[in-house]
């Protein structure tokens, strides 16, 4: 999919310093930006994270630059009409990056998912920035874009696993009323009253003294499924009745308030690397993409090292890890439909 990846610091170094090709860049929120760079010989599609992973490690401030194999195709379409992606009968593995504010997310993904061939795995996250405003994040030669997804797709094969670690505090509940990804009602009641009730009894935080997504990056949502892991749901804020999540929640879905231990989250994306890596022989492996959430990151705080640690122990020594901290986070592991996660480690084994 990728044959090399790179880190710059200024969106200037990459006029002095990419050859000749296709790539894809991940650009670190705090990254002054303000042109499109352009380059004979070069083409691009990039998006904005809250951070970018390189080597292992964490950017607020940087690019990473993936140059794209020559059996690897790269494009960017507009979430409300999916159906413009036509894939290749012979693609194998697909990178997407959505916009992870678009209220489209799902149903993008559903009818995306329906086009893609049997054989076919996908990673994928949610791009935007940590002020969880809707902005124009995308972008290609020619201009940016908001509500559209980057998609890329090669030949070559891919390994993936999906874990999260959180586990249930309180719950089951019904979501009794949503619209898109607005919880209004929980059991009947105000969904905040509900989620406020059970934090406040479990912990010695208070809403009226502390950002609510302080709190929030400790108190996902799970949706309960049966003989399966939960799917997270991330709130990100509140007007004091509902609570607005990163991705979409369907009325009369079966809730659970969930809690994490950092040594819980640490040992299940260890799990998401041995997953991945599962039955790929040593010589094939190129490199290691890991989309990460960036509440896992702000949750895990001096701990998101050892999770990286974590990840690495699978792989040869010297494996690449690199990719960003993004806003939920897209798979079709274990043969499943395609699915948009949040507070969740989704690893893929070049």
Known sequence: MFERISFFKRIEDLNKKLEKGSYLLLIAEETPFLDIPKHQDVSMCGAIFPRVIFKGKTYEKGIVAAKLSPTTSMQIVDMDTPRQFIPSPDTNSIFTIVDAFSTQIDDFLEEFY????????LIGGGAGTSNLIQEPIMFDMYRFYMNSAIIITSTSSIGIGVKHGWKSLVGPFIATNCHENVVEKINFKDAFSIYKEAIEKDSDLRFENTPFFKISQRYPLGIVRYNRDFIVREPVTTDGKNIVLVGKLDSNSVLSILKGEKEDLIKAAQEAAYISRDGIEEERISSVLLVDCISRFCFLDNEFKQEVKAI??????????????SLGEIANANQEGIEFYNNTCVVGTL
């Open 114 to 121: 329906s086009q893609l061939p049997a054989k076919a795995k």
């Open 312 to 325: 690495a122990k699978p792989y040869p020594k010297e494996t690449m890890i690199w990719g960003m901290l």
